[in-house]
């Protein structure tokens, strides 16, 4: 897996890229906390360029969602692959992360 922050209209996007698995989902999290801890809002995660995710992916999604929380933070997910997208539908955490096709619409909240 590599990871890539990129900027859209002024906010970083986390961007990992190939797969996240139990071996890469450490480097997501001291990504992913990095920008919580800088109290970011929206978390913009896009995932357009992932091909697998295990559950220690979701975990780390997970306590990214409870950190951007605690300082009443948004964490949006961006450009899930449909076989990606079942994993949350079956595990009903589509129902807990806000998912949308593009960084606008994420950005945006619509």
């Given at each position: ?6 900027d ?69 997910l ?33």
């Amino acid at each position: 897996m590599k990871i890539v922050i990129v900027d859209y209209e002024g906010r970083p996007v986390l961007t990992p890229s190939g797969e996240i698995d139990m071996y890469s989902s450490p480097m997501l999290r001291k990504e992913l906390m990095g920008l919580t801890g800088r109290k970011v809002s929206p978390l913009l995660v896009d995932l357009s360029a992932v091909s697998y995710i295990d559950s220690s992916g979701i975990a780390t999604f997970v306590e990214g969602l409870k950190a951007t929380m605690t300082y009443g933070g948004k964490l949006r997910l961006v450009g899930i692959s449909e076989g990606i997208r079942q994993i949350f539908s079956f595990s009903k955490l589509d129902r807990v992360f806000e998912i949308y096709l593009n960084l606008e619409d994420a950005f945006r909240g619509r």
